[in-house]
């Protein structure tokens, strides 16, 4: 018999810092994920809808999936000084990208605990169809807030989720950890039997904070105006509206976290070395310097992170962009030259920043 004590042990053991449990069956919020896809909030993100199916129904992903484990490790790692990450010469990265790629770390270990309840079980860490955070609420791992990210109640939201789907049912034991961290603190109910309440109360700090206005509503992310997908996500041109609004972000933002007082109360620093930055321009390099590499040199600066997903194009594009809102002339020499670029896409972004530069006062 497989029960939750002997699994949230062996995840202990292999570094995670949270764990839940659930029957699999149709993914919590279904509907509303739907809902989601219709509204066109996905934007270019056309792999959701292909995939919605599946994303709906975990069943559809493992025939005979019986048991859902979620997994959840802490990101967070240091405070740096606030000059830094507010020096508009600077381009801005999240937090979760300023160490090693998150997938070679977890993916490896998440795949091990796998195993370990299930020869058959698929693992996952956000590369298949399944939605995780909806699984981690009903898993008890925290609550969706206003912003969209799961919040625990005592240690925040900066976390990576792994979820592993299992054609083994887990035995839940009555006195597993409360709070599903690891390790445990206090006894707590089935937790079949718990649904998470939102903790958010009144507060609507991160919808207020949102840069470009990404929430047409608590709860819902419209991903088009979101810094995260505009940096990342999509592959194009950014809307010239929203150029503006994007400040020195450069690759993904923490904006409506770093605001949460969950996280400003409650993140505790992670205890996987590997996700801690190894220089301050992980956090927030030069935009001069940025706008200077080369392929060759971007690939070597970010060999191992997360950044790469980005690829070239796209963070020069980026920083073109961060370029133009600090507004300084010492960035035009970096952008003229960018005219020439090899990428039609970062001659577009270095034109508009040499416009914004050389004209503040207009309308971009």
């Not at 799961?150 to 409360?178: C, K, N, W």
């Not at 020499?333 to 270095?350: G, K, N, Q, S």
């Amino acid at each position: 018999m497989l029960t939750s004590r002997l699994v949230a042990e062996r995840a202990l053991e292999l570094g995670f810092d949270l764990i839940g449990f659930a029957p699999a069956g149709q993914t919590p919020g279904a509907e509303r994920f739907l809902n989601w896809l219709r509204a066109g909030y996905a934007g270019e993100m056309v792999y959701l809808e292909r995939s919605a199916d599946k994303r709906v129904d975990p069943r559809l992903v493992l025939p005979g999936a019986r048991s859902i484990v979620l997994v959840g490790v802490s990101y967070d790692t240091l405070s740096p000084p606030a000059e830094l990450l507010t020096d508009p010469a600077r381009g801005r990265i999240a937090r979760y990208a300023w160490g090693a790629d998150y997938h070679d770390i977890l993916i490896p270990r998440l795949r091990r605990l796998g195993e370990f309840v299930a020869l058959e079980s698929r693992a996952y860490v956000d590369t298949g169809p399944v939605i995780e955070r909806a699984w981690a609420e009903q898993c008890g791992l925290g609550f969706i807030g206003k912003n969209t990210c799961l919040i625990h109640r005592t240690r925040g939201s900066y976390f990576f989720l792994g979820a592993i789907l299992s054609p083994v049912e887990i035995i839940e034991e009555r006195d597993f950890q409360a709070d599903n961290a690891l390790p445990g603190v206090r006894p707590t109910p089935d937790l079949r039997s718990r649904k998470a309440k939102c903790g958010c109360g009144a507060c609507s700090r991160c919808l207020t904070a949102c840069p470009t206005n990404a929430f047409p509503q608590p709860f819902v992310l419209d991903a088009r105006r979101c810094i995260s997908y505009l940096t990342i996500e999509l592959k194009g041109s950014i809307p010239l509206e929203l150029r503006p609004q994007m400040g020195n972000w450069i690759f993904g933002c923490d904006v409506c976290q770093e605001v949460c007082p969950y996280v400003r109360q409650y993140a505790r620093p992670t205890r996987q070395p590997a996700f801690y930055p190894l220089e301050e321009w992980r956090m927030a390099p030069l935009l001069l310097d940025v706008l200077r590499w080369d392929r060759a040199t971007f690939h070597a600066r970010f060999k191992g992170t997360a950044v790469l997903r980005a690829k070239r194009r796209g963070l020069l594009r980026n920083a073109c962009v961060a370029a133009g809102n600090w507004g300084s002339p010492q960035a035009l020499p970096a952008l003229r030259a960018l005219l020439d670029d090899e990428e039609p896409l970062v001659r577009e972004h270095a034109a508009w920043a040499i416009a914004r530069i050389s004209a503040p006062q207009s309308t971009f």
